[in-house]
């Protein structure tokens, strides 16, 4: 009788361990202060044109109870809504794999494949995904329709291979070894020894919010800044502030880690824009 350590019978492979990885359409640099607010200690390194991908270091889906696709979905959340770009989380386990798209505060959008390949999402998802990507409307939609069909030869670390196959046509090049159904460890060593790998660990909140302020100045959000002058900021400070609260109502209630640091993040950017703007009145 096989064993968990046995190699099994001829063309066997054992059902994947819990994984994940996050796909940011950003440089490292940009996505480096963001992720630093997860509070999660993460490998980040480049994965093709204008693409960064995080590697989790830890399990937190094997030690608080949450499975691995809400984990990721949390995370996904708050790298969004304090970025000006879209976070692409891949995730996996032994019954399911699939993905989730966070762009700002847009919902969410994914898909899901079962452990042989059953596909059990909405085309509409699909088709969200593929126009807040901005793929090719005939070519990359075809491709990512054809996931939404059944296969009996597709398994579900095929589909998620098909679905990079696709996203490659869009800039992303993960390093060879990052892929989909890989064990965590072998994920981890891979990042590590990528010529730009940095690790991601929380430092504070005051140095992981001046460093991300100083990214945000230099970015696309300067002008949205308070200190931009700019009447549009105090609106903004404004908005996340609202949706802040809530969020972090809900994951709170939902006990969900993600969701707490995704209201906690927009909660600290509206105060801090308000009182900013209360502090230095225009004239």
Not at 34 to 56: D, F, K, N
Not at 110 to 135: C, H, I, K, Q, S
Not at 146 to 159: C, G, M, N, V
Request: net charge neutral; charged share 20%; aromatic share 8%.
């Amino acid at each position: 009788m096989p064993t968990e350590n046995s190699p099994g019978p001829p063309g066997f492979r054992p059902a994947p361990a819990p994984g994940a990885l996050l796909l940011c359409r950003a440089d490292p640099d940009s996505v480096a202060p963001v992720a630093q607010l997860l509070r999660e200690r993460m490998l980040l390194t480049s994965a093709g044109t204008e693409w960064s991908v995080l590697v989790p270091e830890g399990k937190p889906w094997l030690e608080g109870g949450e499975p691995v696709d809400r984990v990721l979905t949390g995370w996904a959340t708050a790298l969004a809504v304090g970025a000006s770009w879209p976070v692409l989380a891949l995730w996996w386990d032994a019954d399911r794999s699939g993905y989730t798209l966070a762009a700002g505060f847009r919902r969410t959008v994914g898909y899901v494949w079962l452990a042989n390949g059953t596909p059990v999402g909405e085309d509409e998802a699909m088709r969200t995904f593929a126009a807040r990507l901005g793929l090719d409307p005939v070519i990359d939609k075809q491709s990512l329709y054809d996931l939404t069909k059944p296969d009996p030869t597709a398994r579900a670390r095929t589909r998620m291979l098909s679905l990079l196959a696709v996203l490659a046509r869009a800039g992303v090049a993960l390093p060879a070894g990052l892929t989909p159904g890989e064990p965590a460890d072998r994920l981890r060593e891979v990042a590590r020894v990528q010529p730009d790998a940095q690790r991601i660990e929380w430092t504070g909140w005051r140095g992981a919010v001046r460093t991300e302020l100083d990214a945000l100045q230099r970015g696309q959000l300067g002008p949205w800044l308070p200190w931009a002058g700019a009447p549009r900021a105090r609106a903004l400070a404004t908005a996340q502030l609202v949706a802040g609260l809530p969020l972090m109502a809900w994951g709170l209630y939902r006990r969900g880690g993600g969701w707490i640091v995704a209201g906690g993040l927009l909660i600290a950017h509206g105060a801090l824009g308000l009182l900013y703007d209360l502090s230095h009145p225009r004239d």
